[in-house]
């Protein structure tokens, strides 16, 4: 494939919300509500905002410029932009990470297959908070209907992708993420006009920073690079089919605030449900997939066919949701095999899709039969959630930073900014300041501080 062939994204808006479906998935959905019930709320919250600001913004420009500059997949812009030095190896790391992502983020996304089956055929009604407990846990150890999701959904992906970007991509998102986001708001209605939903919405919004430790910070840290797609060069492979006249800044801001702000609603869908059902918000998890349910239920138990519905909804738009993310870490694995080893998309995809289900299937299988079988204490599902969001992430960041900030021709990152001196650009030595300094080193601050090194001195 040439550079004049390449695919591109036809319009403004759509390449706005292929960005944001890439970064709104299970991630805010799923994962921001438990990691900020694992922190202790509101005091997580805060500093997750820090670090979108501070560490994601920054990262998030400087993959922008990365990608649209080279017009290649990621593993080809480092190689492309850095000729003859090691810095590649970022772009490759990218792609490895990617993989590892799709093979456990493809699990959740399955069960949320189950869970729409589930809703449609009305088993999700009637049942006893311990009732619905019980289903998760039955049905997450189940030895074959997991793995067989994961598989289903991974097909689904692989179906999008071989359509290409146009037409697969970018078609999806633009339906997907505004009725995603108006379901969410019916939703939260819901959700904060339950009994007792306001000790659901103090924990959300009264900070007790007496809980905040290292690990806060690299949870917060961790999460918003895993919920905007940042450090492994998901958003670097959007961009390079921005169209030339994209201004990435403020791109960059409005992905973010879209995310953001999808995280903090999924907040108080959940948390408020949660206190109101008496559930513990440090559930894990599990917590989406047993406290929905139960919203529904508490809510409109004397309707149960309002309930049913409203189930059956949010688990397909939470499925679809998944999807604009799968789609994404695919692409990256996909065109990094059409690129640098000029495979064919449907065979890339293919090969992709394969590998990719056999690291599902894995993953799915060490929450139930393989849960004996653990590595520093983590079964293979969670060490690969660990291992990818809280450090192969941060980690990819903080190399992007290091290589925008103080390898690449300033030249260049000029240009990417004002689109060639089109356009006027205030963000410049900000820009440059957040990706020299205060990206890298505010990241390894959050490193060292895990990994115990100032404690020696104390
Ligand atoms: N950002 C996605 C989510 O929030 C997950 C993701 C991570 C997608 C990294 C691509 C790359 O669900």
């Known amino acids: 494939m040439t550079k004049n062939d390449r695919a591109n994204f036809g319009s403004k808006i759509g ?77 490759r790391l990218g792609v490895l990470t990617g993989f590892l992502i799709l093979g456990y983020y493809s699990v959740v996304a399955g069960w949320t297959l189950q869970y729409i089956v589930q809703a449609a055929t009305g088993s999700l009604t009637g049942q006893s908070a311990e009732g619905f407990i019980a289903t998760f846990n039955g049905f997450v150890s189940n030895p074959w209907k997991p793995a067989l999701w994961t598989v289903v959904f991974l097909f689904l992906t692989h179906f999008v992708i071989v359509r290409g970007v146009e037409k697969g991509i970018e078609r999806s998102s633009k339906v997907l993420m505004p009725l995603l986001f108006i379901l969410l708001l019916v939703l939260t209605g819901c959700s904060i006009s339950l009994p007792n939903a306001g000790e659901g919405i103090r924990f959300l919004l009264q900070p007790d920073f007496s809980k905040v430790d290292s690990s806060v910070l690299l949870g917060a840290m961790g999460q918003a690079f895993f919920s905007l797609s940042l450090g492994m060069g998901c958003l670097c492979t959007y961009a390079s089919y921005f169209r030339d006249d994209t201004k990435l800044p403020r791109t960059a801001v409005n992905v973010a605030l879209i995310d953001t702000m999808v995280a ?139 290589f925008a900030g103080w390898y690449l021709d300033k030249k260049i990152i000029w240009e990417e900014l004002s689109n060639k001196g089109t356009l006027t650009v205030r963000t410049y030595r900000l820009l440059l300041f957040g990706l020299k300094y205060v990206a890298p080193i505010g990241i390894s601050l959050v490193f060292l501080d895990q990994f115990n090194v100032f404690a020696l001195f104390r």
Request: overall charge neutral; charged content about 10%; hydrophobic content about 55%.
């Open 15 to 91: 390449i706005i919300l292929a960005s944001a479906g890439s970064a709104v998935g299970l991630g805010n959905i799923w994962r921001f509500p438990f990691e900020t019930g694992n922190h202790g709320g509101a005091a997580f919250i805060l500093i997750y905002i820090l670090c979108v600001i501070a560490l994601g913004l920054p990262v998030m420009i400087a993959e922008f410029m990365i990608g649209r500059r080279s017009r290649s997949n990621t593993a080809g812009a480092y190689r492309i932009l850095s000729t003859g030095t090691q810095w590649k190896w970022v772009g």
């Open 264 to 402: 903090i609603l999924a907040g108080f869908i959940i948390f408020p449900a949660a206190f109101s059902v008496g559930i513990s918000p440090d559930s894990g998890p599990s917590l989406l997939f047993i406290t929905l349910p139960n919203v529904f239920q508490q809510a409109f138990g004397s309707l149960p066919l309002l309930a049913t519905l409203l189930s059956f909804l949010f688990y397909l738009l939470l499925a679809l949701a998944a999807l604009t993310s799968t789609i994404s870490l695919h692409e990256v694995a996909t065109v990094y095999l059409c690129e640098e080893f000029h495979l064919a998309r449907p065979k890339a995809a293919r090969w992709i899709t394969t590998v990719c289900a056999f690291i599902g299937i894995c993953c799915s299988l060490s929450l139930g039969v393989g849960s004996n079988l653990t590595l520093f204490g983590l079964t293979l599902f969670d060490l690969f959630d660990f291992l990818t969001a809280k450090i192969m992430l941060p980690g990819g960041g903080l190399l992007i930073a290091l």
